[in-house]
């Protein structure tokens, strides 16, 4: 089989909106391991959590947080220490936005116009974020522990939400939707992270770039899946799957969340070994 590197959006993709669990997807999960293809997970998730479910999933590969804001690479994974990454514990941290602190400035700078229309994670307890997100405790509160930018909930209009997206953006900050939240931070994207660490991927093992393949169900997956050589859009129970505008292979899952998941995957993987 080429050669092959899985970029892919945890909640709604490869975890079950509803339940977050990722049980239709552990055999797949289970072969790919075997066969040495890496997983890569790619979400809006922070540092806290997505070690917490790497660890569950015995994944010991790179990963890329808050929405491409940073990438973290496992000491050792590579024979050289990464091009402009910082070492920070066990991981190599190449970082693409400022704190979290620098956007909490920024979103604290406008909300006098927009009161009592949202709430964001720093203003949460505990409680608020399981009452918003289904989560467990522990995970709630690796939930907040945010690095490089902030999560907010919405509760006004449509015509506010865009009139406070554009006020972000005239201030700085890179907005994306996601299926629950409204993520603010830098100028970062899953796309920029992908392409950084598959590039990476090809300067340390010599010749082409892994194949990547891309997975997501949300508009702040785009990015990512417009640049990955393959991409495979989830369906979502709760939204329209976002559009590309990508001339490359594209699949749509027919199931939603981990079902569709290992649908996909096993369809493009199908596609490559016959070719």
Avoid at 135 to 158: D, I, M, N, T, Y
Wanted: glycine share 8%; with cysteine; aromatic share 8%.
């Amino acid at each position: 089989m080429t050669q092959v590197a899985i970029y892919t959006d945890l909640d709604g993709s490869l975890l079950d909106h509803y339940s977050y669990s990722h049980a239709a997807a552990d055999l797949l999960l289970k072969e790919l391991k075997e066969a040495a293809i890496p997983v890569i997970p790619v979400s809006s998730k922070t540092r806290a959590e997505i070690l917490s479910l790497r660890e569950e999933l015995g994944n010991n590969h790179p990963f890329i947080s808050e929405n491409g804001a940073a990438v973290f690479i496992p000491l050792n994974y590579f024979t050289e220490p990464p091009d402009g990454a910082e070492l920070n514990g066990d991981y190599w941290v190449k970082s693409f936005s400022f704190p979290r602190d620098h956007w909490l400035k920024k979103i604290e700078a406008i909300s006098n116009e927009f009161v009592k229309q949202f709430t964001h994670f720093s203003q949460l307890s505990t409680q608020d974020i399981i009452s918003l997100t289904g989560l467990e405790a522990e995970k709630a509160q690796q939930a907040a522990q945010r690095e490089f930018g902030e999560p907010v909930h919405w509760c006004g209009s449509e015509e506010e939400k865009e009139k406070f997206i554009t006020m972000l953006q005239q201030n700085g900050a890179h907005v994306l939707v996601g299926g629950r939240f409204i993520h603010v931070s830098g100028d970062c994207s899953k796309g920029r992270a992908l392409l950084w660490l598959n590039k990476l991927y090809q300067n340390q093992v010599g010749g082409k770039s892994p194949l990547s393949i891309a997975i997501g169900d949300s508009q702040n997956d785009v990015a990512m899946l417009e640049v990955a050589d393959y991409s495979l859009v989830i369906r979502s129970p709760t939204h329209l799957p976002p559009k590309l505008i990508r001339s490359g292979p594209s699949l749509t899952s027919s199931a939603f969340g981990p079902v569709g998941w290992d649908e996909g995957v096993r369809e493009i993987l199908d596609l490559l070994n016959r070719q």
